[in-house]
Structure formats: C-alpha cells, structure tokens
C-alpha cells in the first residue's frame, strides 16, 4: 500500500514539474500550459499508454489535468466504436460532463464567497 502512494506521488509530481518547466523554461501562459497538457493526456490515450499508467499510478495519473484529455479521447473512441460518427461527440460529453459542471459550480461558489481580482 506505502508503493501505491509513493509512485502516485512520482507521478502525480513528475506531471506538475513538467507543468512548472512549460511555465518556467518555455514561458508558456498558463492557458497555453494547460492546453498543452490536456492535448499531451488526449495523445498519450490515442495510443493507448495513458491507462497503464492509471493502473501504475492510481490519483497520480488520474487526478493532474492531462487526464482531462485522457478522458476526452476514451469517452470519444468509445462511443464511437457504439454509435458510429456522432458518438465521437457525445461520448466526449458523457465522460467529462460532471467535471466541467463541478468547474463552473465550484467556479461560481468561489466567485461569491471571495472577491474576484478583475
């Protein structure tokens, strides 16, 4: 059980370095960060290597923001293998629908308890 935490903690850390060097060494913004993160989880499950590593890392995988991409691909490619051409759409939907409504609810909650800068 003491692996299963250190490797999450490898590779949950490993991702947000990655993050800190596009921010640091490339000087990416943060929006371009974050989309560079979310295409490079969406890759890495197009070819099939971003749920291995769920397995290996459990929330050191799952939770960072490449899994958002992860899981754009794989509600994608699964609905389409279902539904044909229009469940590329909606399985992307059906997969990360709780998650961007928690985003914005949370968003929202934030927005009215702190005063907002801008």
């Not at 640091?24 to 295409?39: C, E, F, I, Q, Y």
């Not at 279902?82 to 985003?103: C, P």
Request: charged share 5%; with cysteine; proline share 3%.
């Amino acid at each position: 059980m003491l692996a299963m935490f250190f490797w999450a903690f490898v590779i949950g850390g490993l991702i947000c370095v990655i993050g800190q060097l596009l921010f640091d060494v490339a000087k990416l913004t943060p929006g371009h960060t974050l989309s560079l993160l979310v295409v490079i989880g969406a890759v890495l499950d197009g070819f099939g290597l971003y749920e291995p590593l769920v397995d290996f890392a459990g929330a050191g995988a799952s939770i960072p923001i490449t899994s958002f991409g992860n899981a754009l691909v794989h509600g994608a490619m699964q609905d389409a293998q279902a539904h044909g051409i229009i469940g590329v759409l909606t399985g992307m939907f059906q997969v990360t629908s709780s998650g961007i409504s928690a985003a914005i609810i949370f968003g929202f909650i934030g927005a009215l308890i702190f005063k907002p800068k801008g």
